[in-house]
């Protein structure tokens, strides 16, 4: 979960450049936009039960009929249950579980960092141990001893997913907090007297959202992979869950004779990952190192 | 697939070597340890030990290391008569003193199998007698023996080195073994019975159950067992392969939490029991593996005893339910612990639901399993409950008791049944008894009992003599393979 | 420089002393009883009360944790009872496996990744980079899992060109170092991307090119050094998380390194062998990071310099 | 009493076991609506010299103390004197917050200090400033990347008067500006100096421009004051042998061919 | 001023004045965010052999455009116009191969910031003799013309300062470097671009001569940029005076320094102060540099003129020759140059 680390001071000064992406660069918004729009009318417009399970419709293949006369188009899963509705029921969870991880460990990483790079000092110090410490365990794995070792719940696995996660946001908010204490109107802010607290506030936290952004983007991506890493190992999400990792992994051992189960959420999960993936490589190339300033 | 001359597989002297792939990891070869009762090392120490009886295909116990046994007359005491050309593998006769040592061992070591046998001494009548001595009445004690294996005297509790290339007297030796991975036994030579044919077997761990099912049909393995049904057909389509399945002694057990209010009434539980279609569920996601159960056991074990069948009738169930004045609107926990019966559990909550009972699945890490089992911390509780000791006096006569408290049901009608079963040594007796302790646990559903489970397996065509076994741990000592 | 070192290592021992210490809480703050999961259901209280003791377990928490500390900086995680071996030596049988496949991977993904990164920072912005960017998005957006088996049903299954599982041939670590080098080339790649594409626009650039250098002379011998330099780092740091990612390959491919070995002890609350294994991989994490940084010295003078006075 | 004293200023940096002295033993002073320039060559000590005044760095040794009263580090000065020292930057676009408006970088000033801000209408106020400075009232709802380099450098020094300082510090505040730009600022500050009253430690390397505005001339070396008296005699008849090889050095357009020749 | 004079090897002496480089009605577009910019709008002058020619102008004039477009290495999707008469031969219409030719070995280049136009992890003498190693020269030999080149460019102990990495040289050092880069393909002409700009004055004094002295001895053009009034006084024999991406004014530099023919020059000669002497404050312009992104229509200066008419709004001027060897782009040189 620290793959983006490569993420470095960034801060436009003069005026910002839209990049003319053309067309092109609009297709994540309009991807993602679907997805959260899938996301949350979906359910109202598909009826999914996961407690459901008419066994006679067990693995049904795309477009077939179920016995209640519907059409899974999708196909079905090896208790009968539509793949279709777990997708679309499924990307509320990820995405849930994506921007609850996201989010909270960007809200940690933001303020920690914010207050170490700026404030510097002991309270650096001592965070960048715990930086230190936190970096020594690859993510997966300790998110797979926290979730492994305690009651299976979304909480948990937002949690075991932050624990390592917010670290990158730290690193990029400290840096470029470090960065910003050194700029010329943090500088001229200070000559003024304007408190600290204020600067903090108003002369650096606006320029960390940009990477922190970014950041985040790619940070989802990988949370959302590592929440189906997780399912496949058996651990994190109760079962009554529904999410795209549960079904891949579920439909894991069908790959050979029911590839829908495992491959079209597989599908759907890539989709969206690609997409935020490009709209990450976007705001990076925006916010991020390799910017020109004209 | 064609054929077996696939990368991986290392047969030099053609058709020599057996690979063979479970569903468990073998993590130690002590067999008194605390791995003692995972099903790995009882594997291994099958392969590599001898004990003193062994189980038939039928469930009944034939001797190994003994000749006869019987009981004294209050069934306190146990003589074993050992055979005299037992030897281990570096040529040493297997004596009394062996056993005694290891039984002694093994109760040291205080590990799960020494659970079996609180209080219980063991002493050498002679050099080929053995005798265990029980503080109470125990008919079951061959059967518990079923679990305990023989090795030389002399070997400390903690000699973790001795096993690493351990003297056994069972058929084979090992070869190599890599904890957790992989375990290569090679005939035993000094073998007292007839010595394996096959040049070695190796086990291999593969947990991926998709990349063990492509090692079989490309040959990189010969013998896979604990195949999911929805996987058979896939591996009956081969025509190098043979598929079989085999009764086993487990059965798919649903204990009731009888001491929570709502579940405290008999007819509340057997309505329960009655809402649930495991009829179709066990044809549609076990048609080769499952059969609806007919009594708490599996018709392996001494003790078995078809009771009635409780049919699906969700409209009688709901109507029971509320003339008992069950409460609806509880949600009630059902805690299991394998993602493996998901499909099950998910099967029966949705068929409960029907009804309107409304049911959780939780589905738990294996440690916190345990206690919460032992605490009584749910209101359904799913086991696959096996009886290796194909008695039922380590299934019913164990977990039914007032004393035991494992499901909240305490019935003294129940526990007196069970106590008389346990204290006689006459099988048609105990057949008897704990088919009327069957009958209350069947009527007063202390638990619905869906399931008796078969275990597939899958090998090569080419071995022949492979008989599958109904615990998963097959015998390859008889195995022969087949020039190709 | 060996100033530099022993301070790098004096760090590394606090950061162990950290992990050391989030570990064991974990651990312990963990529903869930050793003691009853080794001995089953059916064991009496007096026989887990008997394995709390012979664990350990029964002492007060602090007196565990001092203990604890104590034999781990001998790197004695004491007996895993359920492996009826020492932790440490149960750990060390699997730990070569695990580092075979994790190198393996790397070198794959640094090969491929620095191949791609290199052609398609050379010509930011051109079809070549496009490809290779879309290809490197892709690539990181599978689960690991589904393409370990999609590899096992194509190769294995279906083309018969390489076996599905487990160890022996040199053929056997193909498909789990590939799959597990998939999302790393990927980042290696985009990563040498970014940095050549960087490296491309510095003035020195410019200077090679006023000599009268084809872009390709420019490419590898001006631009690719400088942009080797933040690579190395993030393979250094990269190459943790590859042995975090190599737990979900070897389930896959029944590769016997220390994946199984953790997820199985998680599950069945073998403290020893939990904290054998993970500060095991936090050590070599800190060791690799420490090279890296080393390395990320070596290569760039400014700092081998700073590092020297 | 000078307006600004600075006694035996010493400042270090790096680390303890060798320390960089950057100022070593510096005295100055700025008396009311004098302009004080400070050259000498890159890397001399006169920005460390000038964030010891403005507050921005901590001498090791010495005092800063402004009409006799000590001057701390920003936030434990008193507000009165943490208004009465301003400062302008170097780099005219970098001093300005990008995502402020001009409107909001004044605000902030009187919003600090309330005792500066106007009694009235804050929005004349902020376009009398901006007048002041020679900026269109527009610019105020504008932000910093919209506007040049000049009108930047008019913004920062409009935000240093918005307190009514009584001394600004000027560190190369109009060497990154074009010649033709660079004219105009100067002629700005000149102006204002008269107007507001201001001194000013006037930073520069370009010896010509400080000749031009500069009432008295210091010379830095090495972290040394090496030369110090009024413009036209440093400049002039330069005595320390530091000072003419600086003047030997810089170029004049009239003595052209000075180099070819 | 160095005592060791490295003799230029080969390569016939041009003629003094003889144009060794013609500029002739240079453009340069590039890709910006409302389609293409002309950044250089018509340049034309001639560099003759062995001058040094000044190019001046303000922040983004497009001088730095004008070198690179010379040298041949503007941006990704540059697009230019016109013709760069090298000894007779358009190099502007060449291909790559021999564009790259000329690199270094006939046109060579030193830039403003010689930290960052040296390549941080390779040893100075590596780079200052990579040229000589492309062009097949043995290891030997290249050692031995490094520390020779270094030498000549002063900088002091050069054998074993090749040794060195850029970083542990000092501004003054790396620019001196820089040089012997540049020299070392022996090159006809070299572009500098700023050379000094980021130096202190004492060692923009040692660079200035140390160019001038290495143009006596070997013969050599420069094109110098600088937006530096006083450099280009101090060094260039002829000045070209650029504003919004146009040349303005050009002609001998003590004569245009001295007496402009356009109001811009006039301006900028006024704004520079005298170092010995106190001199007044100027009137300044008023307003910012014009740029290409923003170029008024007609005389791109008018806004900012003293002396703008209507006129000025609407007709480009043309460059014309309003006195003998002197060109100006204002409808009134004239008037202007007028005393
Ligand atoms: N924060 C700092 N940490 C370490 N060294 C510093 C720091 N600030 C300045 N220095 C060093 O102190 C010395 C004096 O720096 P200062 O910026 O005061 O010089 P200057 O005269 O303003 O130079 P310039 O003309 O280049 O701006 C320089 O050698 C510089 O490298
Ligand atoms: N890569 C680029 N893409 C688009 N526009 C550019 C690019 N580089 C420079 N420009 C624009 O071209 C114009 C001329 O730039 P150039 O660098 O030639 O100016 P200059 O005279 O050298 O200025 P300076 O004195 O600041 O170096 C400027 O307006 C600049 O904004
Ligand atoms: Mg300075
Ligand atoms: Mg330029
Ligand atoms: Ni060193």
């Given at each position: 979960?620290?793959?983006?680390?490569?993420?470095?001071?960034?801060?436009?000064?003069?005026?910002?450049?839209?990049?003319?992406?053309?067309?092109?660069?609009?297709?994540?918004?309009?991807?993602?936009?679907?997805?959260?729009?899938?996301?949350?009318?979906?359910?109202?417009?598909?009826?999914?039960?996961?407690?459901?399970?008419?066994?006679?419709?067990?693995?049904?293949?795309?477009?077939?009929?179920?016995?209640?006369?519907?059409?899974?188009?999708?196909?079905?899963?090896?208790?009968?249950?539509?793949?279709?509705?777990?997708?679309?029921?499924?990307?509320?969870?990820?995405?849930?579980?994506?921007?609850?991880?996201?989010?909270?460990?960007?809200?940690?990483?933001?303020?920690?960092?914010?207050?170490?790079?700026?404030?510097?000092?002991?309270?650096?110090?001592?965070?960048?141990?715990?930086?230190?410490?936190?970096?020594?365990?690859?993510?997966?794995?300790?998110?797979?001893?926290?979730?492994?070792?305690?009651?299976?719940?979304?909480?948990?696995?937002?949690?075991?997913?932050?624990?390592?996660?917010?670290?990158?946001?730290?690193?990029?908010?400290?840096?470029?907090?470090?960065?910003?204490?050194?700029?010329?109107?943090?500088?001229?802010?200070?000559?003024?007297?304007?408190?600290?607290?204020?600067?903090?506030?108003?002369?650096?936290?606006?320029?960390?959202?940009?990477?922190?952004?970014?950041?985040?983007?790619?940070?989802?991506?990988?949370?959302?992979?590592?929440?189906?890493?997780?399912?496949?190992?058996?651990?994190?999400?109760?079962?009554?869950?529904?999410?795209?990792?549960?079904?891949?992994?579920?439909?894991?051992?069908?790959?050979?004779?029911?590839?829908?189960?495992?491959?079209?959420?597989?599908?759907?999960?890539?989709?969206?990952?690609?997409?935020?993936?490009?709209?990450?490589?976007?705001?990076?190339?925006?916010?991020?190192?390799?910017?020109?300033?004209? | 697939?064609?054929?077996?001359?696939?990368?991986?597989?290392?047969?030099?002297?053609?058709?020599?070597?057996?690979?063979?792939?479970?569903?468990?990891?073998?993590?130690s070869l002590d067999p008194h340890g605390a791995q003692g009762a995972s099903?790995?090392t009882q594997f291994a120490g099958q392969a590599i030990f001898s004990r003193l009886v062994r189980p038939a295909p039928d469930g009944s116990l034939t001797g190994d290391l003994a000749e006869s046994w019987e009981p004294n007359a209050d069934v306190t005491a146990w003589t074993f008569t050992l055979r005299d050309d037992a030897t281990f593998s570096d040529g040493e006769p297997v004596t009394a003193d062996d056993v005694v040592a290891s039984f002694e061992r093994m109760i040291t070591l205080d590990g799960p199998n020494a659970g079996n046998f609180p209080e219980y001494t063991m002493t050498a009548a002679s050099d080929t007698e053995v005798t265990i001595t029980a503080p109470a009445p125990d008919a079951a004690v061959p059967g518990k023996l079923l679990i305990f294996y023989v090795i030389p005297v002399g070997v400390a509790p903690d000699d973790t080195a001795f096993f690493a290339e351990p003297v056994g007297s069972g058929p084979f030796t090992v070869?190599?073994?890599?904890?957790?991975?992989?375990?290569?036994l090679v005939p035993n030579e000094n073998y007292w019975g007839d010595v394996p044919?096959?040049?070695?077997?190796?086990?291999?761990?593969?947990?991926?159950?998709?990349?063990?099912?492509?090692?079989?049909?490309?040959?990189?393995?010969?013998?896979?067992?604990?195949?999911?049904?929805?996987?058979?057909?896939?591996?009956?389509?081969?025509?190098?392969?043979?598929?079989?399945?085999?009764?086993?002694t487990?059965?798919?057990?649903?204990?009731?939490?009888?001491?929570?209010?709502?579940?405290?009434?008999?007819?509340?539980?057997?309505?329960?029991?009655?809402?649930?279609?495991?009829?179709?569920?066990?044809?549609?996601?076990?048609?080769?593996?499952?059969?609806?159960?007919?009594?708490?056991?599996?018709?392996l074990v001494l003790g078995?005893?078809?009771?009635?069948?409780?049919?699906?009738?969700?409209?009688?169930?709901?109507?029971?339910?509320?003339?008992?004045?069950?409460?609806?609107?509880?949600?009630?926990?059902?805690?299991?612990?394998?993602?493996?019966?998901?499909?099950?559990?998910?099967?029966?909550?949705?068929?409960?639901?029907?009804?309107?009972?409304?049911?959780?699945?939780?589905?738990?890490?294996?440690?916190?399993?345990?206690?919460?089992?032992?605490?009584?911390?749910?209101?359904?509780?799913?086991?696959?409950?096996?009886t290796p000791t194909y008695d039922a006096a380590s299934n019913?006569g164990r977990?039914?008791?007032?004393?035991?408290?494992?499901?909240?049901?305490?019935?003294?009608?129940?526990?007196?049944?069970?106590a008389a079963a346990g204290g006689s040594a006459d099988e048609a007796e105990r057949t008897?008894l704990y088919?009327?302790?069957?009958?209350?646990?069947?009527?007063?559903?202390?638990?619905?009992?869906?399931?008796?489970?078969?275990?597939?397996?899958?090998?090569?065509?080419?071995?022949?003599?492979?008989?599958?076994d109904?615990s998963?741990l097959?015998d390859f000592s008889t195995?022969?393979?087949?020039?190709? | 420089?060996?100033?530099?070192?022993?301070?790098?290592?004096?760090?590394?021992?606090?950061?162990?002393?950290?992990?050391?210490?989030?570990?064991?809480?974990?651990?312990?703050?963990?529903?869930?009883?050793?003691?009853?999961?080794?001995?089953?259901?059916d064991a009496d209280?007096e026989q887990?009360?008997r394995?709390?003791?012979?664990?350990?377990?029964?002492?007060?928490?602090?007196?565990?944790?001092?203990?604890?500390?104590?034999?781990?900086?001998?790197?004695?995680?004491?007996?895993?009872?359920?492996?009826g071996?020492?932790?440490?030596?149960?750990?060390?049988?699997?730990?070569?496996?695990?580092?075979?496949?994790?190198?393996?991977?790397?070198?794959?993904?640094?090969?491929?990744?620095?191949?791609?990164?290199?052609?398609?920072?050379?010509?930011?912005?051109?079809?070549?980079?496009?490809?290779?960017?879309?290809?490197?998005?892709?690539?990181?957006?599978?689960?690991?899992?589904?393409?370990?088996?999609?590899?096992?049903?194509?190769?294995?299954?279906?083309?018969?060109?390489?076996?599905?599982?487990?160890?022996?041939?040199?053929?056997?670590?193909?498909?789990?170092?590939?799959?597990?080098?998939?999302?790393?080339?990927?980042?290696?790649?985009?990563?040498?991307?970014?940095?050549?594409?960087?490296?491309?626009?510095?003035?020195?650039?410019?200077?090679?090119?006023?000599?009268?250098?084809?872009?390709?002379?420019?490419?590898?011998?001006?631009?690719?050094?400088?942009?080797?330099?933040?690579?190395?780092?993030?393979?250094?740091?990269?190459?943790?998380?590859?042995?975090?990612?190599?737990?979900?390959?070897?389930?896959?491919?029944?590769?016997?390194?220390?994946?199984?070995?953790?997820?199985?002890?998680?599950?069945?609350?073998?403290?020893?062998?939990?904290?054998?294994?993970?500060?095991?991989?936090?050590?070599?994490?800190?060791?690799?990071?420490?090279?890296?940084?080393?390395?990320?010295?070596?290569?760039?003078?400014?700092?081998?310099?700073?590092?020297?006075? | 009493?000078?307006?600004?004293?600075?006694?035996?200023?010493?400042?270090?940096?790096?680390?303890?076991?060798?320390?960089?002295?950057?100022?070593?033993?510096?005295?100055?002073?700025?008396?009311?609506?004098?302009?004080?320039?400070?050259?000498?060559?890159?890397?001399?000590?006169?920005?460390?010299?000038?964030?010891?005044?403005?507050?921005?760095?901590?001498?090791?040794?010495?005092?800063?103390?402004?009409?006799?009263?000590?001057?701390?580090?920003?936030?434990?000065?008193?507000?009165?004197?943490?208004?009465?020292?301003?400062?302008?930057?170097?780099?005219?676009?970098?001093?300005?917050?990008?995502?402020?408006?001009?409107?909001?970088?004044?605000?902030?000033?009187?919003?600090?200090?309330?005792?500066?801000?106007?009694?009235?209408?804050?929005?004349?106020?902020?376009?009398?400033?901006?007048?002041?400075?020679?900026?269109?009232?527009?610019?105020?709802?504008?932000?910093?990347?919209?506007?040049?380099?000049?009108?930047?450098?008019?913004?920062?020094?409009?935000?240093?008067?918005?307190?009514?300082?009584?001394?600004?510090?000027?560190?190369?505040?109009?060497?990154?500006?074009?010649?033709?730009?660079?004219?105009?600022?100067?002629?700005?500050?000149?102006?204002?100096?008269?107007?507001?009253?201001?001194?000013?430690?006037?930073?520069?390397?370009?010896?010509?421009?400080?000749?031009?505005?500069?009432?008295?001339?210091?010379?830095?070396?090495?972290?040394?004051?090496?030369?110090?008296?009024?413009?036209?005699?440093?400049?002039?008849?330069?005595?320390?042998?530091?000072?003419?090889?600086?003047?030997?050095?810089?170029?004049?357009?009239?003595?052209?061919?000075?180099?070819?020749? | 001023?160095?005592?060791?004079?490295?003799?230029?090897?080969?390569?016939?002496?041009?003629?003094?004045?003889?144009?060794?480089?013609?500029?002739?009605?240079?453009?340069?577009?590039?890709?910006?965010?409302?389609?293409?910019?002309?950044?250089?709008?018509?340049?034309?002058?001639?560099?003759?052999?062995?001058?040094?020619?000044?190019?001046?102008?303000?922040?983004?004039?497009?001088?730095?455009?004008?070198?690179?477009?010379?040298?041949?290495?503007?941006?990704?999707?540059?697009?230019?116009?016109?013709?760069?008469?090298?000894?007779?031969?358009?190099?502007?219409?060449?291909?790559?191969?021999?564009?790259?030719?000329?690199?270094?070995?006939?046109?060579?280049?030193?830039?403003?910031?010689?930290?960052?136009?040296?390549?941080?992890?390779?040893?100075?003498?590596?780079?200052?003799?990579?040229?000589?190693?492309?062009?097949?020269?043995?290891?030997?030999?290249?050692?031995?013309?490094?520390?020779?080149?270094?030498?000549?460019?002063?900088?002091?102990?050069?054998?074993?300062?090749?040794?060195?990495?850029?970083?542990?040289?000092?501004?003054?050092?790396?620019?001196?470097?820089?040089?012997?880069?540049?020299?070392?393909?022996?090159?006809?002409?070299?572009?500098?671009?700023?050379?000094?700009?980021?130096?202190?004055?004492?060692?923009?004094?040692?660079?200035?001569?140390?160019?001038?002295?290495?143009?006596?001895?070997?013969?050599?053009?420069?094109?110098?940029?600088?937006?530096?009034?006083?450099?280009?006084?101090?060094?260039?024999?002829?000045?070209?005076?650029?504003?919004?991406?146009?040349?303005?004014?050009?002609?001998?530099?003590?004569?245009?320094?001295?007496?402009?023919?356009?109001?811009?020059?006039?301006?900028?000669?006024?704004?520079?102060?005298?170092?010995?002497?106190?001199?007044?404050?100027?009137?300044?312009?008023?307003?910012?540099?014009?740029?290409?992104?923003?170029?008024?229509?007609?005389?791109?200066?008018?806004?900012?003129?003293?002396?703008?008419?209507?006129?000025?709004?609407?007709?480009?001027?043309?460059?014309?020759?309003?006195?003998?060897?002197?060109?100006?782009?204002?409808?009134?040189?004239?008037?202007?140059?007028?005393?």
């Amino acid at each position: 979960m620290t793959a983006t680390a490569t993420l470095s001071a960034p801060l436009a000064t003069g005026k910002r450049t839209r990049r003319r992406a053309g067309w092109l660069g609009t297709v994540p918004y309009v991807v993602i936009g679907l997805y959260v729009l899938v996301g949350m009318v979906g359910p109202l417009l598909l009826d999914y039960d996961p407690v459901h399970t008419p066994l006679e419709d067990r693995l049904l293949s795309p477009g077939s009929t179920t016995a209640d006369g519907g059409t899974a188009w999708l196909g079905t899963d090896d208790l009968g249950r539509d793949v279709l509705a777990q997708i679309v029921y499924g990307a509320r969870t990820s995405v849930l579980i994506g921007v609850a991880t996201v989010g909270i460990s960007s809200v940690v990483g933001l303020l920690l960092g914010a207050v170490a790079g700026f404030a510097r000092g002991w309270l650096d110090a001592v965070l960048a141990r715990i930086f230190d410490v936190l970096l020594a365990f690859p993510a997966i794995l300790l998110a797979i001893v926290i979730a492994g070792a305690f009651q299976r719940s979304v909480l948990l696995v937002v949690v075991a997913l932050s624990a390592t996660a917010w670290i990158s946001f730290a690193r990029v908010t400290r840096s470029v907090a470090l960065s910003l204490r050194e700029r010329a109107w943090v500088d001229a802010a200070r000559v003024l007297g304007v408190p600290n607290r204020s600067i903090l506030w108003r002369h650096v936290l606006p320029f960390t959202a940009g990477p922190i952004v970014a950041l985040a983007t790619l940070e989802f991506a990988l949370v959302v992979l590592a929440e189906a890493g997780l399912s496949f190992l058996g651990i994190g999400l109760p079962s009554s869950t529904v999410s795209w990792g549960q079904t891949i992994a579920n439909g894991k051992t069908y790959l050979e004779t029911a590839w829908w189960i495992s491959t079209l959420p597989g599908i759907a999960l890539s989709l969206l990952i690609i997409n935020v993936g490009i709209l990450g490589d976007q705001l990076t190339a925006r916010y991020g190192r390799g910017r020109r300033d004209p | 697939g064609d054929d077996t001359a696939d990368a991986g597989d290392s047969g030099e002297a053609a058709g020599g070597d057996v690979v063979a792939a479970g569903t468990y990891p073998i993590e130690s070869l002590d067999p008194h340890g605390a791995q003692g009762a995972s099903t790995g090392t009882q594997f291994a120490g099958q392969a590599i030990f001898s004990r003193l009886v062994r189980p038939a295909p039928d469930g009944s116990l034939t001797g190994d290391l003994a000749e006869s046994w019987e009981p004294n007359a209050d069934v306190t005491a146990w003589t074993f008569t050992l055979r005299d050309d037992a030897t281990f593998s570096d040529g040493e006769p297997v004596t009394a003193d062996d056993v005694v040592a290891s039984f002694e061992r093994m109760i040291t070591l205080d590990g799960p199998n020494a659970g079996n046998f609180p209080e219980y001494t063991m002493t050498a009548a002679s050099d080929t007698e053995v005798t265990i001595t029980a503080p109470a009445p125990d008919a079951a004690v061959p059967g518990k023996l079923l679990i305990f294996y023989v090795i030389p005297v002399g070997v400390a509790p903690d000699d973790t080195a001795f096993f690493a290339e351990p003297v056994g007297s069972g058929p084979f030796t090992v070869g190599a073994f890599t904890p957790g991975d992989s375990l290569e036994l090679v005939p035993n030579e000094n073998y007292w019975g007839d010595v394996p044919q096959v040049d070695s077997v190796t086990v291999r761990n593969i947990p991926e159950l998709s990349a063990r099912l492509t090692a079989l049909r490309t040959g990189e393995v010969d013998v896979v067992w604990g195949i999911p049904d929805d996987q058979l057909g896939a591996l009956q389509g081969e025509d190098t392969l043979t598929v079989e399945t085999v009764p086993s002694t487990a059965v798919y057990t649903m204990w009731f939490n009888s001491s929570i209010p709502s579940l405290t009434t008999p007819e509340v539980r057997r309505a329960l029991w009655q809402a649930v279609d495991f009829d179709t569920i066990i044809s549609t996601l076990y048609p080769e593996t499952g059969t609806l159960a007919e009594a708490p056991v599996s018709p392996l074990v001494l003790g078995y005893s078809p009771q009635e069948p409780v049919g699906y009738d969700p409209e009688a169930a709901q109507a029971a339910l509320t003339a008992a004045g069950f409460d609806f609107s509880q949600s009630l926990r059902l805690q299991f612990a394998n993602a493996e019966f998901r499909p099950f559990i998910q099967a029966v909550v949705s068929d409960l639901a029907e009804i309107g009972v409304t049911v959780e699945p939780l589905e738990k890490e294996q440690a916190v399993f345990t206690e919460d089992l032992l605490a009584l911390n749910w209101d359904i509780n799913f086991q696959q409950l096996a009886t290796p000791t194909y008695d039922a006096a380590s299934n019913l006569g164990r977990l039914y008791t007032c004393a035991a408290g494992r499901n909240g049901y305490c019935n003294p009608e129940l526990d007196a049944l069970l106590a008389a079963a346990g204290g006689s040594a006459d099988e048609a007796e105990r057949t008897d008894l704990y088919g009327q302790a069957s009958e209350i646990i069947w009527r007063d559903a202390v638990g619905m009992y869906p399931m008796a489970v078969s275990l597939a397996y899958a090998w090569n065509s080419d071995l022949e003599g492979f008989t599958p076994d109904p615990s998963g741990l097959p015998d390859f000592s008889t195995v022969t393979v087949s020039g190709s | 420089m060996i100033k530099l070192i022993l301070r790098r290592l004096l760090i590394g021992v606090f950061v162990m002393w950290g992990a050391a210490s989030l570990i064991f809480v974990i651990v312990r703050v963990a529903p869930g009883d050793p003691a009853t999961v080794m001995l089953g259901p059916d064991a009496d209280p007096e026989q887990v009360a008997r394995l709390h003791e012979t664990l350990g377990l029964d002492r007060p928490m602090f007196a565990q944790y001092l203990s604890f500390l104590g034999d781990a900086v001998r790197l004695d995680f004491g007996d895993s009872h359920r492996l009826g071996r020492p932790a440490m030596e149960a750990v060390f049988d699997r730990l070569p496996a695990t580092i075979e496949l994790t190198l393996a991977a790397t070198a794959i993904a640094v090969v491929v990744g620095l191949t791609l990164g290199l052609v398609a920072g050379g010509r930011p912005g051109g079809v070549v980079d496009r490809v290779v960017s879309a290809a490197t998005i892709a690539l990181q957006s599978f689960p690991t899992f589904w393409v370990g088996i999609m590899l096992i049903l194509v190769f294995a299954l279906g083309l018969r060109l390489l076996p599905s599982a487990g160890v022996g041939t040199p053929q056997h670590m193909v498909l789990p170092a590939v799959t597990l080098a998939l999302p790393f080339t990927a980042i290696v790649a985009r990563l040498t991307r970014s940095s050549v594409a960087e490296a491309m626009r510095e003035p020195y650039v410019q200077t090679a090119r006023s000599k009268g250098l084809t872009e390709p002379q420019v490419l590898v011998g001006h631009a690719l050094r400088n942009s080797l330099i933040p690579v190395v780092t993030v393979v250094g740091l990269q190459m943790g998380a590859l042995m975090g990612g190599a737990v979900i390959v070897e389930n896959v491919f029944a590769w016997p390194g220390l994946g199984s070995l953790v997820v199985d002890a998680v599950a069945n609350r073998d403290y020893a062998v939990v904290q054998a294994v993970t500060l095991l991989i936090a050590g070599i994490v800190m060791v690799l990071n420490l090279v890296a940084d080393l390395l990320y010295t070596q290569l760039d003078p400014r700092i081998r310099m700073e590092g020297a006075s | 009493m000078s307006l600004l004293e600075i006694r035996d200023l010493r400042v270090t940096f790096g680390r303890r076991r060798d320390p960089f002295v950057a100022v070593d033993g510096v005295s100055l002073d700025v008396g009311a609506e004098q302009t004080v320039g400070l050259v000498g060559e890159s890397g001399s000590g006169k920005t460390t010299v000038a964030r010891c005044v403005a507050g921005l760095q901590r001498p090791d040794a010495g005092t800063v103390t402004f009409e006799g009263r000590a001057l701390d580090r920003v936030g434990r000065r008193p507000s009165p004197l943490q208004r009465a020292v301003q400062m302008v930057f170097q780099d005219p676009r970098s001093s300005l917050n990008p995502r402020m408006s001009i409107d909001a970088i004044i605000g902030e000033s009187w919003r600090t200090h309330p005792s500066a801000a106007p009694s009235g209408d804050r929005r004349a106020a902020v376009h009398a400033l901006l007048a002041d400075v020679g900026l269109d009232a527009d610019v105020a709802s504008r932000r910093p990347g919209d506007l040049s380099g000049g009108q930047c450098q008019r913004v920062s020094i409009a935000r240093a008067l918005a307190v009514r300082p009584r001394l600004l510090v000027c560190d190369e505040a109009v060497s990154a500006l074009d010649v033709s730009v660079q004219a105009q600022i100067l002629r700005l500050l000149v102006d204002l100096r008269r107007t507001h009253h201001l001194a000013m430690l006037f930073i520069s390397h370009d010896l010509g421009v400080v000749h031009q505005i500069a009432d008295r001339v210091a010379v830095m070396r090495r972290g040394l004051v090496v030369e110090e008296g009024p413009a036209s005699d440093v400049l002039g008849a330069p005595q320390h042998e530091y000072t003419r090889a600086l003047l030997d050095a810089a170029l004049d357009l009239d003595d052209a061919g000075s180099v070819t020749g | 001023m160095s005592d060791v004079r490295t003799a230029r090897a080969g390569g016939s002496p041009v003629a003094q004045h003889e144009a060794l480089l013609q500029v002739d009605g240079l453009t340069v577009d590039l890709p910006g965010t409302r389609g293409d910019l002309r950044i250089v709008d018509g340049v034309s002058f001639d560099v003759p052999a062995g001058t040094t020619v000044g190019l001046i102008g303000e922040s983004g004039s497009g001088k730095t455009m004008t070198a690179n477009a010379i040298i041949g290495l503007l941006p990704d999707g540059a697009g230019t116009g016109g013709r760069l008469l090298w000894r007779g031969e358009d190099l502007l219409h060449a291909g790559a191969g021999r564009r790259r030719k000329a690199r270094g070995h006939e046109i060579s280049m030193i830039f403003q910031d010689p930290l960052a136009a040296l390549n941080p992890t390779q040893r100075i003498g590596r780079q200052v003799g990579e040229i000589l190693r492309r062009d097949g020269v043995g290891r030997g030999e290249v050692r031995r013309r490094v520390v020779e080149l270094l030498d000549r460019a002063g900088v002091p102990d050069p054998a074993s300062r090749a040794g060195n990495y850029p970083h542990e040289f000092s501004g003054g050092l790396r620019q001196r470097a820089m040089i012997a880069l540049a020299l070392a393909g022996n090159p006809s002409l070299l572009l500098a671009d700023e050379p000094t700009t980021a130096l202190d004055v004492t060692v923009q004094a040692r660079i200035l001569t140390l160019l001038h002295s290495i143009q006596q001895d070997e013969g050599l053009s420069i094109l110098l940029v600088s937006h530096d009034l006083r450099v280009v006084a101090n060094v260039a024999s002829q000045v070209v005076v650029m504003y919004a991406g146009r040349v303005a004014e050009r002609g001998p530099a003590p004569a245009v320094l001295r007496r402009p023919a356009h109001p811009y020059t006039k301006a900028l000669v006024r704004s520079v102060p005298a170092v010995r002497t106190k001199t007044a404050l100027a009137d300044p312009l008023p307003g910012a540099p014009a740029t290409p992104a923003n170029r008024p229509a007609g005389c791109p200066f008018h806004p900012r003129c003293p002396i703008a008419q209507d006129r000025c709004r609407s007709e480009v001027p043309a460059v014309r020759e309003v006195a003998p060897g002197r060109f100006s782009a204002c409808h009134f040189a004239e008037e202007v140059l007028a005393p």
